[in-house]
């Protein structure tokens, strides 16, 4: 079982920056690919960004890639979701999640565990 909580979520204006933190504690935390998903007001949840167990391979989609940047710290236990020059379209609750596959790295059905969430809120 893997336990993860998010935090660094706030309000920001358009064009701020902002870094969420996913800590992570359970058995062999490293050994899981681990992923960043947002959900807004009426919609569905949605991919942001992934990361391998090793930290070597990393995904987002489109409508964040140049902006965020996915990481982990294996010491630490903890993901990281570096947000820049944030839009108004960013605004959602923020999930981190472990266990994804490579198989669908992209899809929430993928990963086995999931954080509580924490909002971001971008202001324009």
């Known amino acids: 079982q893997v336990q993860l909580v998010e935090s660094g979520g706030g309000l920001v204006q358009a064009g701020d920056s902002l870094r969420l933190s996913c800590a992570a504690s359970g058995r062999s935390f490293s050994t899981y690919n681990m992923g960043w998903f947002r959900q807004a007001p009426g919609k569905e949840r949605e991919f942001v960004a992934f990361?391998?167990?090793?930290?070597?391979?990393?995904a987002y989609v489109d409508g964040v890639k140049g902006r965020f940047t996915i990481s982990r710290d294996t010491a630490k236990n903890t993901v990281y979701l570096q947000m820049n020059s944030l839009k108004a379209e960013d605004t959602a609750v923020y999930y981190c999640a472990a266990g994804g596959n490579y198989a669908n790295t992209g899809s929430y059905r993928s990963y086995r565990y999931w954080g509580q969430g924490t909002q971001v809120t971008v202001s324009s």
């Open positions: 990361i391998s167990y090793s930290g070597g391979s990393t």
